[in-house]
């Protein structure tokens, strides 16, 4: 765990992982005790930099979304000016997510297992950009839609491998970075659940508990996982 950094209440953090930041995330590189000081400077820099144009791209999006809905809400009654500030923030965060999937393809695009485990600088970077803009995006939109179908088509959009049959409580465990080495079929996924890094880990006609944690390359099929438990080994 990096100097200054803070890791969430009930996060595992797997051996040997670096994570940095507050809250702490897994930078996806393996710790090896010799990194070079001068990538960190400039992998730091470039957050700064990334956060910044994060801010005047919801801010552009935040006026698109006023320009859209100024002409719809025209009759004077009495919260239609609460109305359209809640629809300006919503269709925002619809408008955000929609950047999310282009900037998930265009910078990560479909992970393989060895960028997984051997991850460059630029791997990093953009799962890290990826991940933060995501999560930035989903609040606002996830408030009101909670459990909807509508996050399975825009999980899909991102590259999850999901039907409508499936269920999840918790959006914010499908970051950009994790879509692609996941399988989900008929199943139901609970709450804070973590995936390791590694091969594809599939999921069909099963329920995964809360704060389960699933090693990479498993299968879990016709089978409950229960909550705060490790699977190693498949299950059928």
């Given at each position: 765990?990096?100097?200054?950094?803070?890791?969430?209440?009930?996060?595992?953090v797997?051996?040997?992982?670096?994570?940095?930041?507050?809250?702490?995330?897994?930078?996806?590189?393996?710790?090896?005790?010799?990194?070079?000081?001068?990538l960190?400077?400039?992998?730091?820099?470039?957050?700064?930099?990334?956060?910044?144009g994060?801010?005047?791209?919801?801010?552009?999006?935040?006026?698109?979304?006023k320009?859209?809905?100024?002409?719809?809400?025209?009759?004077?009654?009495?919260?239609?000016?609460?109305?359209?500030?809640?629809?300006?923030?919503?269709?925002?965060?619809?408008?955000?997510?929609?950047?999310?999937?282009?900037?998930?393809?265009?910078?990560?695009?479909?992970?393989?297992?060895?960028?997984?485990?051997?991850?460059?600088?630029w791997?990093?970077?953009?799962?890290?950009?990826?991940?933060?803009?995501?999560?930035a995006?989903?609040?606002?939109?996830?408030?009101?839609?909670?459990?909807?179908?509508?996050?399975?088509?825009?999980?899909?959009?991102?590259?999850?491998?999901?039907?409508?049959?499936?269920?999840?409580?918790?959006?914010?465990?499908?970051?950009?970075?994790?879509?692609?080495?996941?399988?989900?079929?008929?199943?139901?996924?609970?709450?804070?659940?973590?995936?390791?890094?590694?091969?594809?880990?599939?999921?069909?006609?099963?329920?995964?508990?809360?704060?389960?944690?699933?090693?990479?390359?498993?299968?879990?099929?016709?089978?409950?996982?229960?909550?705060?438990?490790?699977?190693?080994?498949?299950?059928?």
């Amino acid at each position: 765990v990096d100097k200054l950094s803070v890791v969430p209440e009930g996060a595992k953090v797997p051996s040997r992982t670096y994570v940095s930041g507050n809250p702490a995330l897994d930078s996806g590189r393996e710790f090896r005790g010799n990194d070079v000081h001068c990538l960190s400077i400039v992998f730091k820099v470039s957050q700064i930099l990334w956060l910044i144009g994060e801010v005047y791209l919801f801010f552009w999006l935040f006026l698109i979304s006023k320009l859209a809905l100024s002409g719809l809400l025209t009759t004077a009654w009495r919260y239609h000016v609460l109305m359209y500030w809640i629809l300006a923030v919503m269709s925002t965060s619809f408008l955000a997510l929609l950047v999310s999937a282009g900037l998930k393809w265009l910078m990560i695009g479909r992970r393989t297992t060895n960028e997984r485990m051997n991850p460059s600088s630029w791997v990093s970077f953009a799962d890290w950009a990826c991940d933060y803009h995501f999560r930035a995006s989903v609040n606002l939109l996830y408030c009101g839609s909670l459990l909807s179908k509508i996050w399975n088509v825009m999980l899909k959009l991102h590259g999850l491998d999901i039907d409508l049959k499936s269920g999840f409580t918790n959006v914010y465990d499908f970051p950009p970075s994790v879509v692609d080495q996941v399988s989900i079929k008929r199943s139901f996924i609970g709450p804070l659940v973590s995936f390791r890094s590694g091969e594809r880990i599939e999921i069909v006609d099963s329920t995964v508990g809360v704060s389960a944690t699933l090693e990479p390359g498993i299968k879990v099929h016709r089978s409950t996982v229960r909550a705060f438990c490790e699977v190693h080994d498949s299950i059928y």
